[in-house]
């Protein structure tokens, strides 16, 4: 199907009353990390029901017209075509199929490319462990591991606070597959960082690392770094410990900035 045809389909799923409840909830005010994003008030379910119509009839060449929207939610539903495509390529029997990983190299190069449109939380955390954080542990001949961390380590520094949030969130489906040195390496990264965008997102991998591949590998963490961590980013971490253990560490919360 045709970009401008999905866009007008979408547009015309428009809701008043639920756009302005997304405009706030989005944070689009003015100073705000939203600001400037529009929405046609749809829902995620909404927006999903239009992948599941629309996605195996959309090339990718197609997709940067979706990502190129002003719509929030048109380029929501661009990124998850996007998923769509690259998890039909990422089975177990296709991992190390030459056309099913050239398919995902160019999916994977297609996000980057356009990385700046996912420009708010929702869109990086519904799409960069599904697409890079996979990406990370299957084969490529974009590159060896050294490539792939040269990819996350650019995300990461950029000043562009989605693709840092990318670096981050994308640790969730390495976790997911038994792999925490990717939420070790990026956690330490963004320690500092001074948005509690990515204090939530520290937190939240952490907590992940925790329940999906080893507390005792979370535990080492707080160790070393509890008594630097941002007060959300220890919260967050924290959260599944039983209380007698939530109530060790969060003694050391008052110390935190």
Partial sequence: MKAQDIIQYMESLHDEDQQQVLMRFFKTAPGDYGYGDEFLGIKVPQTREVVKMVAKDTPLEEIPDLLMCPWHEVRLCGLLILVWHFERMATKRLTYDAVAIKKRDEIL??????????NNWDLVDLTAPKILGHWLMLPSVLGDSDYKTKTLDELAASPCLWKQRMSMVCTWKTL???????CLRYAEVHLHHPHDLMHKAVGWMLREMGKRVSMDLLRDFLNRHVHEMPRTALRYAIEK????????WMKYEDSHS
């Fill in 109 to 118: 190069t297609l996000y980057l490319k356009y990385a700046e449109r996912v």
């Fill in 176 to 182: 997911e597959l038994g792999d925490a040195s990717w």
């Fill in 241 to 248: 410990m039983d209380d007698e253990e939530r109530k060790y």
